[in-house]
């Protein structure tokens, strides 16, 4: 029994759990709906557990034998409080989280943001396995990142490490302003530049939301798309620059919908030079290799073998 790591991600429709042997392979994957409000979650979250270890045919009827488990959310939670903060699903802010969750659950349990969990995956096992640092970059409706070191978890002392979409474009130029206001209250944060909608608003229009078949767009003649990603490549290489020079990392692995944009992603080494303060760059940009899986297999890597024995 002590050889499982159990994970849950938390997402905005759904609920997953996977239950992962000491190697990385998955013994059991389920979904449930997430609830949509506090208490059911809570609830859902906990019966999915129980489910999980009875298929599995573990007996946790003896006092302290209930796995722990690992959770990715969408968020974050103060460590002075127990509380979430900065999650895009608003009702969980302030909620109790981290106090609940293990009286609830009966378990012990490691809370991380889900981009962390991603970029944990990604460094264990995943595209970037073997590099020294890794950091990790979700793009999707939003934007997100996680930073491992030696395949431990950077998670920083407010929880925050490796917030990348709060960071304003860097080397601005004047064209450029005045910047997009950012629902966090800022002006110019990467992602308002860089997600989804972003995106496809440039090529689309204000109000698109969806930037698929944006590269087969461009391919066939579009000059709009092809505008719109000749733009997006631009913030993207300034990103990564600051992300180098900053962290300076073996590997940057993305996910999210970016990393279906691989001709994109492709162009963007080619730009690095022009803000990356070292004559060859050399840090390796790479497409995960988990997908979807990666931010609930990561939730199961945040417990070791010698945590749970």
């Known amino acids: ?170 080397w601005p130029r004047l064209e450029e302003f005045p910047m997009p206001r950012c629902f966090c209250g800022n002006e110019g944060c990467l992602e308002r530049f860089l997600c989804g909608p972003a995106l496809a608003a440039a090529w689309k229009g204000e109000g698109s939301r969806s930037a698929e078949g944006i590269e087969e767009a461009a391919a066939a003649g579009d000059r709009k798309a092809q505008a719109a990603l000749d733009s997006y490549v631009d913030y993207l290489a300034r990103a990564c620059a600051l992300f180098i020079n900053l962290l300076d990392p073996d590997a940057i692995v993305f996910g999210g919908g970016v990393s279906n944009l691989k001709a994109t992603l492709a162009r963007v080494p080619g730009l690095l030079p022009r803000n990356v303060i070292t004559p060859v760059c050399k840090t390796e940009l790479l497409v995960n290799k988990h997908g979807d899986s990666s931010g609930v297999r990561g939730a199961a890597w945040l417990w070791d073998i010698e945590d749970i024995r």
């Open 1 to 170: 029994m002590n050889s499982i790591r159990l994970g849950i991600d938390l997402g905005g429709t759904k609920i997953e759990v996977v239950a992962m042997n000491p190697t990385g392979d998955i013994l059991l994957r389920e979904r449930v709906p997430n609830p949509g409000s506090y208490e059911p979650m809570m609830i859902a979250i906990r019966d999915l557990l129980d489910s999980t270890t009875a298929k599995l045919g573990l007996d946790e009827s003896g006092r302290g034998a209930r796995l722990p488990f690992g959770i990715g959310i969408p968020g974050s939670i103060d460590d002075t409080t127990g509380l979430i903060k900065n999650a895009n699903a608003t009702w969980l802010n302030t909620m109790p989280f981290g106090v609940d969750l293990p009286r609830v659950t009966g378990r012990q349990v490691r809370v991380e943001n889900d981009a962390n969990c991603f970029a944990l995956s990604e460094a264990i096992d995943g595209a970037a396995s073997g590099r020294n640092i890794v950091f990790g970059i979700i793009i999707g409706s939003g934007m997100g990142g996680g930073l491992v070191v030696n395949r431990k978890l950077i998670s920083g002392h407010h929880h925050i490490a490796g917030e990348c979409g709060h960071i304003p474009l860097p």
